[in-house]
């Protein structure tokens, strides 16, 4: 990653269109995911899939890619947990949609650091309902949350920013072709729209922390981290031992 984008990731949140994975890399992705929709339902697809780094192999893979390592690398230094993972993947239809929130507000974390790799499984447009970010929101610190009036909100306890902090006029969509990833800080007010469109909208999430974050407090998943190393060393390990669990 060049020093100018380490260096716009620092003044606006976020960085986004780096590229993963081409060609049949992209479609061998695209197929394995289908196989999970297939066994586990489409429901369950749109934001049940949590933490399933730890015994998927194709999402293991792709958190511990080392393009996107070397990114991570960049932004947090050498020593990387991923701290879980999370598909959100939107069907066509008017009702399914994120609120403006940030990341670590409900996440139970010291200091409240952490980033999120979003790989594009399908090609995420305004259109699909592609993630939408406010630039610079991430220098606003910590910020209020209470609950979404509209329904639909996929988010875990229907969390939403209070909305004098969003200035919707400066939103940014981060298209991406499938096989990119944008990289968004872990206190950016982000969201997105429904799907408009007739095309699936799948991508994965991936949570990422350096080892000396503590976990103090329930997080409003209610479940533990399944945190493991990626990359470097954890010698705090004030996330426990995951173990991974691949047939
Ligand atoms: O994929 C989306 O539309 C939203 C993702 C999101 O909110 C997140 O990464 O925290």
């Known amino acids: 990653m060049s020093d100018d984008l380490v260096k716009s990731y620092q003044e606006n949140g976020y960085v986004t269109g780096i590229p993963i ?8 992705i695209r197929r394995l995911f289908n196989e999970v929709e297939k066994k586990e339902g489409r429901e369950k697809c749109m934001i049940g899939l949590r933490g399933r780094h ?17 990114c991570i690398e960049a932004l947090m230094g050498p020593n990387i947990l991923v701290l879980s993972t999370h598909f959100f993947c939107k069907y066509p239809g008017p009702d399914k949609w994120v609120a403006w929130h940030q990341d670590v507000t409900y996440w139970g974390l010291e ?3 952490a980033l ?18 406010i630039p610079g929101s991430h220098r606003l610190g910590i910020l209020d949350h ?22 919707e006029t400066r939103a940014v969509d981060l298209c991406l072709k499938a096989g990119q990833i944008s990289i968004h800080h872990g206190q950016l007010i982000h969201g997105s729209n429904p799907n ?7 991508g994965l999430t991936i949570r990422y922390v350096a080892p000396h974050v503590k976990p103090v407090a329930e997080s409003s998943l209610k ?12 010698l705090e390990k004030n996330f426990g031992e995951t173990q991974l669990n691949f047939h």
């Open 116 to 133: 999120t790799a979003w790989y594009a499984v399908d090609q995420s447009d305004a259109e699909n309902g592609c993630m939408r970010v």
């Open 223 to 234: 479940e533990p981290w399944p945190a493991v190393v990626a990359r470097g060393e954890d």
């Open 54 to 70: 730890v015994d998927i192999p194709f999402v293991w893979e792709l958190a511990t890619h080392p393009a996107i390592l070397d």
């Open 146 to 167: 209470g609950k979404a009036a509209q329904p639909g909100n996929l988010l875990s306890i229907n969390q939403q920013v209070r909305l004098d902090a969003v200035d």
């Open 196 to 202: 408009r469109s007739d095309r699936r909208r799948c």
């Open 21 to 28: 994975l081409k060609g049949k890399q992209v479609e061998r």
């Open 111 to 113: 200091p409240p650091d």
